[in-house]
């Protein structure tokens, strides 16, 4: 069992990540889930059938963090109390360039960042929101082994350096920021014990591991 986080009733919480499985056994949560976004429990189960929690699900997930942007601009935003935002790795494996601070558009991936931040705050001061880091990478492209510590993209980029801008970003706007990279123990050395057999997303021990992770920075920041 994961770590437990008290919920008032009728609390919501927002993923908006690709892959994603927050194991969080929060009675009374609304969860709305950003297309791709797996919400379940360790046991398979979904969150609703286990803690009454309703589970609501946005448009399809792209890729593209500004049509996020714009689904998460138009949502029902006024309830939740909590968006959990993870960028990163698509950014590093689509050639994203990382920009600099000022950036407004989707172009780059700071830009991203404050495009999703500004709007989101300017409309939903109320929100607490948590960046979250993408955790270390066994490969770039299936069967390769390059793994991200020592081996850029080809724009010349490392993972870290979209790990830091986040970083930076979550300095920028006094948002507090989750390091999955530097921080989750999933390395070289446990990748058989965290990572599935495509040597990139999580099987259920890393899953339960990060959604751990998630669930003690929630709670000791918020």
């Given at each position: 069992?994961?770590?437990?986080?008290?919920a008032?009733?009728?609390?919501?919480?927002?993923?908006t990540?690709?892959?994603?499985?927050?194991?969080?056994?929060l009675?009374?949560?609304?969860l709305?889930?950003?297309?791709?976004?797996?919400?379940?429990?360790?046991?398979?189960?979904?969150?609703?059938?286990?803690?009454?929690?309703?589970a609501?699900?946005?448009?399809?997930?792209?890729?593209?963090?500004?049509?996020?942007?714009t689904?998460?601009?138009?949502?029902?935003?006024g309830?939740?109390?909590?968006?959990?935002?993870?960028?990163?790795?698509n950014?590093?494996?689509?050639?994203?360039?990382?920009?600099?601070?000022?950036d407004?558009?989707?172009?780059?991936?700071?830009?991203?960042?404050n495009?999703?931040?500004?709007?989101?705050?300017?409309?939903?001061?109320?929100?607490?929101?948590?960046?979250v880091t993408?955790?270390?990478?066994?490969?770039?492209?299936?069967?390769?082994?390059?793994?991200?510590?020592?081996?850029?993209n080809?724009?010349g980029l490392?993972l870290?350096?979209?790990?830091?801008?986040?970083?930076?970003?979550?300095?920028?706007?006094?948002?507090?920021?989750?390091?999955?990279?530097?921080?989750s123990?999933?390395?070289?050395y446990?990748?058989n014990?965290?990572?599935?057999?495509?040597?990139?997303?999580?099987?259920?021990?890393?899953?339960?591991?990060?959604?751990?992770?998630?669930?003690?920075?929630?709670?000791?920041?918020?």
């Open positions: 069992m994961v770590q437990q986080i008290n008032v009733v009728g609390q919501r919480g927002r993923l990540a690709k892959e994603v499985v927050l194991s969080l056994p009675s009374g949560l609304v709305v889930n950003d297309g791709d976004v797996v919400v379940r429990t360790t046991d398979g189960k979904s969150v609703k059938s286990v803690v009454g929690a309703i609501l699900r946005d448009s399809v997930f792209a890729d593209d963090n500004t049509a996020a942007v689904r998460l601009q138009s949502s029902d935003l309830t939740v109390d909590y968006v959990t935002i993870f960028y990163g790795t950014d590093f494996q689509g050639l994203i360039p990382i920009g600099t601070d000022t407004a558009t989707g172009d780059t991936f700071k830009g991203a960042i495009l999703s931040l500004d709007k989101l705050l300017t409309k939903h001061p109320n929100l607490k929101i948590l960046l993408p955790i270390w990478r066994a490969r770039q492209v299936s069967g390769d082994s390059l793994e991200s510590d020592n081996n850029p080809s724009l490392y870290r350096d979209y790990v830091e801008a986040i970083k930076d970003m979550g300095k920028k706007y006094h948002i507090p920021v989750l390091d999955l990279y530097k921080t123990g999933i390395s070289k446990t990748k014990l965290y990572l599935s057999a495509d040597e990139l997303h999580p099987n259920t021990v890393g899953y339960t591991h990060l959604a751990n992770l998630i669930a003690a920075k929630l709670s000791s920041t918020y």
